[in-house]
């Protein structure tokens, strides 16, 4: 009768998985929900030169293009 080999043959250990930093890699769908900083000043800039680029309303066009770029308008 043949003797089984009843040795077990080490495993490697498992790869340590490291979470994404999703703060240096956007995801691909953040682009729609989440504008960035440039896309939001480029808006703002925008809407001050259509309000004919007069001063003072800088936090309100700010705030306005960001909402526009949550919403997808523009």
Avoid at 4 to 22: C, D, G, I, L
Avoid at 32 to 47: C, D, G, L, M
Avoid at 61 to 72: T, Y
Wanted: glycine fraction near 6%.
């Amino acid at each position: 009768m043949a003797r089984q080999n009843t040795q077990k043959t080490p495993q490697p250990p498992a790869p340590k998985s490291t979470p994404e930093r999703t703060q240096d890699k956007p995801a691909a769908n953040a682009s729609a929900s989440t504008p960035t900083n440039e896309q939001i000043a480029r808006r703002a800039f925008e809407i001050y030169q259509a309000r004919g680029g007069t001063h003072g309303s800088s936090e309100q066009d700010w705030f306005q293009a960001e909402r526009e770029l949550k919403l997808g308008r523009q």
